[in-house]
C-alpha cells in the first residue's frame, strides 16, 4: 500500500514546485517598485501583450517566413522602451541611495517624517528623491546658493529638499499618483504681485500655481512651513495651533492646486479627478458643508478658502496635515 502511496506523493511536490515557480516568475518579470507602485508591472503587462500581438499578427500573414514572425515581439519591447520611460526612470531613481544630508534635513525640518515607521520613511524618501529627480527648481533670476542680495535668492539643496517634501507629504500611501513634470518651479526672493509677478512693496502673494504654467514660491514663505524649532509639535496632531485656524504651509497649498489641475484642461474645481468617484461625490457634498461653516464663522478652515472652491480644497490639505486632530474634532 505504502508503494503506492509514493509515486502520488512525488507527483504533488512536483506538482507544488510548478505552482510555486509562476508566482515568482510573475514576480520576477512583473515587479512591483519599492515604493509600492504597480506602473512599471502594468506597463511590462502591455508591452507582452502587445508583442503577442505582433508576432500572432505576423505569423498569420500567409506565405510570411516563420523567422520572420518573432520580430513581432519586438513591438512589444518598442512599447515598452517608448511608453515606460518615465517610471523606469523613477525606478532607477528609488533605487539609488539617498544623501544622509537629505536625510537630516527631512529629521530636522518636516515632522511628519519623524513619525513615520521605518518602511514609511524609505517611502517617503523616495518620493523626495523622485520629485527632485524630475521636477526643475530654480531661483529667480538663475542664481543658487552664490548671492546674499535681497533681490535675488539663495536657493539651497536644503530649500529643494523642503519644496520637495511638500509633495511628498500629499503622495505618500498613493504610490501611483504622478505630478505634471512639464511645470517650472521658480522660488522668489519675496513675496510678489499676482497680476504682474513683480516684488512690489505691497505685494503678498506668497505662492501661485498658473494653470499650464510654473509654480511659485517665495522663498521666506518655504521657510517659515518648516520651522526649524518643532516647539508647535504634539501628539495630536502635526502642529498644535493657537490660531483660529492652522498654520499655513505655502508647500502643502499649491501642491493641493496642482493636484486638482490634473485631468482637468487647465480647470481647478476643488475635486480632483485622481481621487476615487465615490469620494469625489463625498467630498463635492463636504465643500458645500464647509462653505456655509465659513461663511457662519463657525470652520477651523482658513477663510481664504471662502475664495472659491479649489481655495477651499487647498485649505483643508493645509488643516488635514496641520491641524488633524483639531479638525477631526471639528
Request: glycine share 6%; net charge neutral.
Amino acid at each position: 500500500m505504502s508503494s503506492l502511496r509514493k509515486p502520488d506523493a512525488a507527483g504533488e511536490a512536483s506538482e507544488l514546485r510548478r505552482l510555486a515557480l509562476f508566482p515568482a516568475l510573475s514576480k520576477y518579470l512583473f515587479p512591483v517598485s519599492p515604493d509600492g507602485s504597480t506602473a512599471l508591472r502594468d506597463y511590462r503587462i502591455l508591452a507582452s501583450l502587445v508583442g503577442l500581438a505582433g508576432l500572432v499578427a505576423l505569423a498569420a500573414i500567409p506565405r510570411m517566413p516563420a523567422l520572420v514572425a518573432p520580430l513581432g515581439l519586438a513591438l512589444g519591447w518598442l512599447y515598452y522602451l517608448i511608453f515606460a520611460r518615465r517610471e523606469r526612470r523613477r525606478l532607477k531613481l528609488l533605487n539609488q541611495p539617498f544623501p544622509e544630508a537629505f536625510r537630516e534635513t527631512l529629521l530636522q525640518r518636516v515632522p511628519l517624517y519623524s513619525q513615520l515607521t521605518e518602511l514609511e520613511r524609505r517611502r517617503f524618501e523616495g518620493e523626495v528623491a523622485v520629485f527632485l529627480g524630475e521636477q526643475r527648481i530654480y531661483a529667480l533670476g538663475g542664481l543658487e546658493d552664490q548671492s546674499e542680495s535681497s533681490s535675488q535668492v539663495r536657493l539651497t539643496d536644503e530649500h529643494r529638499v523642503l519644496i520637495a517634501a511638500s509633495a511628498a507629504i500629499l503622495l505618500l500611501g498613493r504610490p501611483d499618483w504622478r505630478l505634471p513634470t512639464d511645470r517650472d518651479i521658480v522660488v522668489y526672493p519675496s513675496s510678489f504681485a499676482e497680476e504682474t509677478y513683480s516684488m512690489e512693496s505691497n505685494a503678498h502673494t506668497i505662492g501661485m500655481v498658473h494653470a499650464q504654467g510654473p509654480i511659485l514660491f517665495a522663498i521666506g514663505a518655504i521657510e517659515q512651513s518648516f520651522p526649524r524649532r518643532p516647539s508647535w509639535l504634539s501628539s495630536g496632531g502635526l502642529l498644535h495651533s493657537t490660531p483660529p485656524f492652522a498654520h499655513s504651509h505655502v508647500g502643502l497649498h499649491e501642491f493641493a492646486h496642482v493636484l486638482d489641475f490634473l485631468g482637468q484642461q487647465g480647470r481647478s474645481t476643488g475635486v480632483p479627478v485622481s481621487l476615487p468617484p465615490g469620494v469625489q461625490r463625498q467630498w463635492h457634498q463636504q465643500l458645500s458643508v464647509e462653505r456655509d461653516r465659513l461663511m457662519d464663522g463657525d470652520s477651523v478652515l482658513n477663510p481664504y478658502g471662502l475664495k472659491n472652491e479649489a481655495e477651499l480644497f487647498a485649505v483643508s490639505v493645509e488643516s488635514f496635515f496641520q491641524d488633524s486632530a483639531r479638525l477631526r474634532a471639528h
